[in-house]
């Protein structure tokens, strides 16, 4: 017996011996940074990760990014941390040539405990469109709960994922705690189990418009761009695409994986809030405020004329063709850049103030009524740039004197080039600006949140105003130049909006019920001449602004590529005698935006005013 109780004391030692030998080595192996790998990334590796960032180990080679293997093994971190570090280039992303690591995108190992308590909310839109929501799997363990997104792609850049591997993003990330830990409503998971109740999530409901973000991004599909649209009195984002896009549907996580590494179709990226394009001749909107504010030399908007034989000016500002004799007026209907070249240079440091007015150069938090939470779109820059050097950040932005020195980069500035840089939800924010008649309201994201059984309203947006930018007379004078850029000025051969039958569309019927071709004059559609019966369809005028925004030869062969083709923009708003949506379109490397970003426009905007 007694050799028995040794022996099983000795077993008992080794054991015990082991289990400390273990955390012993792990905790050496820590030390030394050969972190363990988990399934989840952890927030020690996030902060290695970082470190390694700043220490130039990851670097840019022709658009995407790499390990540098030398500088790795310097390091001498160990086979598995390195392992795991080239898995993680999944979650890094370029921004104005830095690299920076995706921290929405991933979870940290400290919270997953917390996640398997309760079901997780859904996303709704705001007419009660399921949009998100999460089920339980055949094993009925809450652990197992699956999510899954109605519209796949369509809303990925606002709503992003929750996914068991790849972690969170974007509002699945802001609003975790509402949707997965503040608890209101008990559900249960099946009716034997009644005596078990399964916590449920909050439902989070936003501002777009299902139908809205549908047709838009159809109409986005095979391009690059962004459309946002606004409504004009309450700030309310009904849509917001982003093309192209992820389906956060999707299974493999090879395919997760590559849609991260992807650094030239940047799917994983919101560009309606977060990329920053020059806005081209739509950011002559904010000039014209200004220079009819300001009168620069007297009665300016009235009586400055030039001569516009389409050739480089003093600023190397040239024209596609001349315009001839070109006022204010027709310079804005017909987009002169030598005309607005002039205007911007006479104008010099106002130019700042008015583009700081209408949201430049500023933050812009989605969220802005409500506490603690955040969702900020990418700061759109006006004779502003981002100093990276000392490997910091820094926002610079041009004084007094930089204005009087530089009027070649401030007439390129003042045709949306150069220093002028903006995201398509800002250029959206000065059309919705013009259309409420001068004031800026903030952009808003989140209409409500609700509990699980929609008993109790937790939150609900407001308009929020961010001061007014130009006085009521300036909005309606840009919203006349506007609606006269649509009927004879850059914008005159884009489809029209009609009212027809109680709807909007851009294909009224003939009185035969077959279509009328993209054709009308005056206040009520018609046939072709000699060709038919006037219409009982009525024309719905758009205000709006053309834009094309010069890439410029980005590798110097003087060679303009597909990829440094100009960008195609429109803004605008109707209806525009009671504006009710403003719009913002940006199509990357397709040229005239009254060919492209402009139908696209009007398209979507009628589908708005049918919905709403």
Not at 76 to 98: I, M
Not at 127 to 136: E, F, K, M, Q, Y
Request: aromatic fraction near 10%; charged fraction near 25%.
């Amino acid at each position: 017996m007694p050799v028995m109780r040794n022996k099983f004391h000795f077993i008992f030692f080794i054991f015990l011996a082991v289990v400390v030998l273990y955390f012993l080595v792990d905790r050496m192996v820590i030390r030394h940074e050969d972190i363990l790998n988990t399934r989840f990334l952890d927030q020690r590796f996030i902060e290695l990760v970082e470190r390694l960032i700043e220490e130039n180990v990851f670097k840019i080679h022709e658009g995407r990014i790499i390990l540098d293997e030398d500088a790795l093994k310097n390091k001498r971190l160990g086979e598995r941390t390195e392992a795991r570090l080239k898995k993680s280039l999944a979650f890094l992303y370029l921004k104005q040539g830095n690299v920076y690591f995706d921290k929405m995108a991933v979870s940290v190992a400290s919270k997953i405990s917390k996640e398997e308590k309760v079901l997780r909310g859904r996303f709704l839109d705001r007419n009660g469109d399921v949009l998100a929501h999460s089920t339980i799997k055949g094993d009925k363990r809450i652990s197992g709960q699956e999510r899954h997104y109605a519209y796949g792609p369509e809303f990925y850049p606002v709503i992003g994922h929750a996914n068991f591997i790849f972690g969170k993003r974007n509002l699945e990330k802001i609003m975790d705690a509402y949707l997965g830990e503040k608890r209101y409503f008990p559900a249960y998971k099946t009716i034997s189990d009644m005596g078990k109740p399964l916590e449920v999530g909050n439902d989070v409901v936003l501002t777009l418009d299902s139908r809205v973000q549908r047709l838009a991004y159809n109409l986005m599909k095979g391009r690059r761009g962004a459309v946002v649209v606004l409504d004009v009195k309450t700030g309310e984002i009904l849509g917001a695409v982003s093309a192209p896009s992820i389906d956060p549907n999707m299974k493999e996580w090879i395919s997760w994986r590559e849609s991260f590494r992807d650094h030239v179709g940047r799917s994983y990226e919101n560009r309606a809030f977060a990329a920053l394009y020059p806005p081209g001749s739509t950011f002559k909107a904010v000039v014209a405020s200004a220079w009819i504010e300001e009168d620069v030399g007297g009665s300016g908007e009235k009586e400055f004329q030039i001569d516009c034989n389409g050739q480089k000016n003093r600023y190397r500002i040239s024209d596609i063709h001349p315009h001839g004799k070109v006022d204010f007026n027709k310079a804005f209907r017909e987009s002169c850049n030598l005309f607005f070249s002039e205007v911007g240079v006479a104008l010099g440091e106002k130019l700042l103030d008015y583009a700081t007015r209408f949201g430049f150069n500023r933050d812009l938090d989605l969220m802005a009524g409500m506490k603690d939470y955040h969702y900020k779109s990418e700061k759109s820059l006006a004779f502003s740039w981002f100093d990276g050097n000392n490997g910091k950040s820094e926002m610079k932005t041009y004084k007094s004197i930089d204005f009087k020195r530089n009027p070649k980069i401030v007439a390129q500035g003042s045709i949306g080039q150069n220093l002028i840089t903006a995201t398509p939800l800002q250029m959206a924010l000065v059309a919705s600006t013009i259309a409420n008649k001068g004031v800026l309201l903030n952009p808003v994201v989140i209409r409500e949140i609700k509990t699980g059984d929609g008993k109790k309203n937790l939150f609900s947006s407001r308009p929020v105003e961010n001061g007014r930018s130009i006085k009521e007379t300036t909005a309606e004078k840009l919203k006349k130049l506007m609606v006269e850029v649509m009927e004879k000025g850059t914008g005159k051969d884009v489809k029209k909006i009609y009212f027809e039958d109680g709807r909007y569309t851009t294909a009224p019927n003939r009185k035969d019920n077959t279509s009328l071709p993209p054709f009308s004059k005056g206040g009520d559609a018609c046939l072709p001449p000699g060709k038919g019966r006037l219409l009982d369809a009525k024309i719905v005028a758009v205000a709006g602004k053309t834009g094309t925004a010069e890439v410029g030869d980005k590798n110097g062969d003087g060679v303009i590529n597909p990829n440094e083709k100009p960008h195609s923009w429109f803004i605008g708003f109707a209806p525009a005698d009671n504006p009710k949506f403003a719009i913002a379109v940006v199509v990357e490397n397709q040229g005239f935006g009254s060919l492209t970003a402009a139908p696209i426009a009007v398209e979507v905007l009628a589908e708005a005013l049918n919905q709403h």
